[in-house]
């Protein structure tokens, strides 16, 4: 049940990715220097089996089973939630956790009393400790009876002129909640240059579940550049003014396109969600980071870009809406702290996203950071709070709200025809949702920033993961087809200093190459060639204004979510993008209560002269179809074979999905 020994990540016969970019990370020379006087110091990453003077899971090293009938609720607990994020180091008694507690994954050690925790480390000048204390119910069968448990959490500091205590706190968890918990921060100040032992101590019932979450040591940074990453969700570029659209669905967007580079042919390497989200943490394709389906979560070697940042002294954290960007699917591996907020049946998530993000950056400003966000606002049901609602409907228009989900128009009822006036009557929420996200999120972090004079020095990127039908093609919102309408999505890039601001690129560029230019940008080395993606910092500084197109591969797996879809695949050569779509089969066309358009096997596009894939060039240029087959087959192979582990804890985010429309 628990062992002095870490655990081994699985290795399923990939490419050494994961070493070699621990060994960049860690082991090169100009990494050394930074671990001497570390701008961040996480103390979950130096504690080693040493430093625990004291734990109840000493006890229970050769005795399990004694473990399991004296401390149930520990037991329960002691080898669930390992935290693999890289650079941990060793994980002694696996005390080193990335804990789901509701809405929230945090890293934290597990502390169950008597505990104690000593580290010794050297504190530099302008020095904060800063840690959360709190205590869980986990499987506590008490909580069910109205018990409470109590904890006494105590740090002191062990220096050259005696022991301070610096923090002491006894915290009660009652019922109403399944934690509680404090955050503290102490001025190391007085200890500056000394080398002191930090003691961390908790006391109380040995079965209660009490954690140190987060404890860092992290000097001020009034200079340092910050990267935020905003995803929205759904949202097709050419619904933006700033790329065209002649409704001023983006006023603060459009803004900050002022500010940024701005890429204007940008294509996501999948038509939903998580292979998306997938995508643009890693850096890979879905051919090689084979996230296909709902039951699918990333392989725990991996490596995200939090991963990569967080040895660099970045702190890391990610507020998200759930649904597919849950952690459940291992997308919270290399932040700090992972949060959902703003829910998918929530008409005002966007803001509630804000709200949690504001104070956020206030209290962390001071620190190095990145800053993931993701909001399902844009996503549908289409019904933004009054007077957003109704400020692109026609005035005889029937609904001032829609879900297409409730319509089924994402299942069985996906082909259904509609008037033209209901089809703008659709599109017309759909805008009040981009601008409802334009002005609570997009116009009050920008404003925030300003205000906390971190703007400048913040590199902000805005994207999001798939776009939205509106039956273009035949058929409603997305995850069944590759046109451009579901893959063709915004991406705004403001650097630094807004570097470069007001650029238009209209080169081809991928959602993988994301990851590459925060890296790049931020001065941190990585294998190139270990990554689908590529820096866009060359295209920005015209030295790649030249020469072939970057190809993009898009794709989505057959019958994914009880959608009856078959596959399909696309990539581009150069300016022509083509599809190749599975067949449905006789039960698939079953299930659709009005039937799916007829498309050819083979579809060949010339984007630049048919920018709406009106006209398939295949028997025209037949030369053209076989050639870009091809080139299909030869893109689509992976470069590695990494099957992807099933997803065992799907049943968490069942609900959220059927929110979404996805499953009954």
């Known amino acids: 049940m628990i062992s002095d020994k870490p655990k081994d ?31 961040l110091l996480r103390l979950i990453d130096v504690l080693e089996r040493k430093g625990i003077v004291d734990s109840p899971l000493l006890d229970y090293l050769s005795n399990p089973e004694g473990l399991a009938r004296d401390c149930p609720n520990l037991a329960a607990l002691a080898d669930k939630y390992p935290l693999l994020d890289a650079g941990t180091g060793k994980n002694p008694l696996l005390l080193k956790k990335k804990m789901r507690i509701g809405p929230l994954e945090e890293n934290g050690l597990l502390a169950a009393p008597k505990s104690v925790f000593r580290l010794r480390v050297k504190i530099s000048p302008d ?181 990569l940042l967080r040895p660099r002294g970045f702190v890391t954290n990610a507020f998200t809406g759930g649904g597919f960007v849950h952690g459940v699917f291992g997308l919270s591996r290399g932040f700090d702290s992972f949060r959902i907020e703003g829910r998918v049946l929530s008409n005002n998530g966007a803001k509630t996203l804000a709200d949690s993000v504001l104070p956020w950056l206030e209290n962390n400003r001071r620190k190095k950071f990145f800053l993931f966000l993701h909001t399902y606002q844009i996503h549908q049901p289409y019904f933004s709070p009054a007077p957003f609602n109704r400020m692109f409907l026609d005035p005889d228009a029937a609904l001032d709200r829609v879900d297409p989900g409730e319509l089924r128009l994402n299942l069985e009822n996906r082909f259904q025809p509609a008037t033209e006036a209901q089809r703008r009557n659709y599109i017309g929420l759909y805008d009040a949702e981009i601008r409802y996200t334009d002005e609570a999120l997009i116009g009050a972090l920008v404003d925030r920033l300003k205000k906390l004079g971190l703007y400048d020095r913040t590199m902000l990127v805005v994207t999001s993961d798939h776009g939205e039908e509106f ?31 007001g650029t238009r690129v209209d080169r081809i560029v991928r959602l993988t190459d994301i990851m590459p230019t925060i890296l790049e940008e931020m001065g941190i080395d990585f294998p190139r060639k270990a990554l689908d993606g590529r820096s866009l910092l060359d295209l920005v500084r015209e030295r790649e204004a030249q020469g072939p197109e970057r190809t993009f591969r898009s794709e989505r797996s057959g019958d994914l979510i009880e959608d009856r879809i078959p596959g399909r695949r696309a990539v581009n050569q150069g300016g022509f993008k083509v599809i190749v779509n599975e067949l449905f089969t006789p039960e698939q066309l079953a299930y659709f209560r009005f039937p799916p358009p007829n498309r050819e096997r083979l579809e060949v596009y010339d984007l630049a002269a048919d920018p709406g894939e009106t006209l398939n060039l295949v028997l025209s240029r037949p030369d053209l179809a076989r050639s870009l087959m091809k080139y299909l087959e030869e893109c689509m192979k992976p470069t590695g074979k990494r099957p992807a582990p099933s997803s065992a804890s799907i049943e968490d985010v069942r609900e959220e999905l059927k929110a979404l429309g996805y499953i009954r």
């Open 127 to 307: 020095s904060t400790l800063e840690f959360g204390a709190g205590i869980y119910w986990g499987a506590d069968p008490i909580q069910k009876t109205g018990g409470t448990r109590q904890v006494d959490f105590s740090v002191s500091i062990k220096h050259r002129n005696g022991d301070d205590q610096v923090f002491n706190k006894k915290m009660t968890l009652t019922a109403a909640a399944p934690l509680t918990f404090h955050r503290q921060r102490v001025d190391l100040a007085g200890f500056a240059g000394q080398e002191v032992d930090l003691v961390f101590t908790t006391r109380g019932r040995p079965d209660s579940l009490a954690f140190w979450f987060n404890p860092i040591i992290f000097r001020t940074q009034d200079e340092a550049p910050n990267v935020i990453l905003v995803s929205l969700d759904t949202l097709r570029a050419d619904h933006l003014a700033c790329y065209g659209y002649g409704r001023d669905t983006s006023p603060n967007l459009d803004k900050l396109a002022a500010d940024s580079v701005l890429f204007q042919n940008t294509f996501a390497p999948s038509p939903w969600t998580l292979p998306s989200h997938v995508s643009l943490l890693t850096g890979l394709d879905e051919v090689n980071h084979q996230v296909h389906s709902s039951s699918d979560k990333m392989d725990a070697d991996l490596l995200t870009l939090a991963d």
């Open 9 to 39: 990540r699985r290795r399923r016969g990939i490419p050494p990715l994961a070493p070699l970019l621990l060994y960049i990370l860690i082991l090169a020379p100009g990494c050394r220097k930074a671990a001497e006087e570390p701008l």
């Open 471 to 501: 039956y273009e093609h035949k058929a409603w919102a997305h995850g069944h087809t590759l046109y451009n309408e579901t893959i063709k999505i915004p991406l705004l890039v403001k650097f630094p200093g807004s570097r470069k601001g």
